[in-house]
Nanobody, 115 residues
Framework: QVQLVESGGSLVQPGGSLRLSCAASGFAFSSNFMSWHRQAPGKARALVAILESAGRITYTDSVKGRFTISRDNAQNTVYLQMNNLKPEDTAVYYC?????????WGQGTQVTVAS
């Protein structure tokens, strides 16, 4: 079955960096887009970045220039490198894909940016 397992969330000070990982299994990873979403307290889940199988990347405006999405098809893993973190980046971060119209989500990993 399809599984997405995130890791790497932590408490970090403003201006710091984190790298999130999402290990995928149960589907043809290299053929599917992968994306990261986040949900802050009291807010709806929102797209952060998407990496299509052909390599095209899209970021939400608030993270452009600070976050980088990448993938290792040999390891079936997608990453989110987050630099210059801000308190407003505090959220649960989720890995996501869609396979033939069925959405799959990981369990989420908490990122807290605070001093």
């Amino acid at each position: 079955q399809v599984q997405l397992v995130e890791s790497g969330g932590s408490l970090v000070q403003p201006g710091g960096s984190l790298r999130l990982s999402c290990a995928a299994s149960g589907f043809a990873f290299s053929s599917n887009f992968m994306s990261w979403h986040r949900q802050a307290p009291g807010k709806a889940r929102a797209l952060v970045a998407i990496l299509e199988s052909a390599g095209r990347i899209t970021y939400t405006d608030s993270v452009k220039g600070r976050f980088t999405i990448s993938r290792d098809n040999a390891q079936n893993t997608v990453y989110l490198q987050m630099n210059n973190l801000k308190p407003e980046d505090t959220a649960v971060y989720y890995c996501h894909t869609d396979i033939w119209g069925t959405e799959y989500w990981g369990q989420g990993t908490q990122v807290t940016v605070a001093s």
